[in-house]
């Protein structure tokens, strides 16, 4: 069996932007070869067809970006700085490094969904999963008291993740730096502070 002349991840990382930049439909071969630095051969028998090589792109950029949500929240130890930092950093481009970018689930969505239903899964999936990692933020901060008794986890993780995907679709259009700043202190006006 003969070695692969190229790398796998960064040509499937490399696809992954091209899907991220132009959408599903508007990426052709061409686009994804180029970018890839492989030829078309090379493509089919590494990632099958162009529908294959999308799927496996889209769980690529579930798995990275994930783990880059959880180490956003990891990196202050209370919950407001922790959304606080993790929503600044959405509004600087976040892993894109390109606010205009925006967020290849939600791009997903608004070009697949609801006509590839196995892609609205994932993308559904995905979401459910920062959910989840909000809520837990969340819960943390209400057994140390930091956050006001008697909230809700899972509904704030639900709220914050909508208010996530909304700023992600807003900075699109790159509004100001004070429409910005006013959103995010808005968004985390949702936490009731406790003594903490």
Known sequence: MRTRAFDEEQALDAAMRVFWEKGYQASS????????NIRKPSLYAAFGDKRELFDRALDRYMRKHAIYMQQLLDRESKVIPAFEGLLLDLAAGGCAGDPALGCLIVLTIDELAPSEPEWTAKAREHQLCLAGLFRDKIAGGLVSGELAPGQNAEALGN???TSVIGLTIMLK???DATFIETTIASILTMFQQGQS
């Open 173 to 175: 259009t790159m509004p």
């Open 159 to 161: 709220a914050l993740l």
């Open 29 to 36: 071969l061409s686009d994804l070869t180029d970018r890839m």
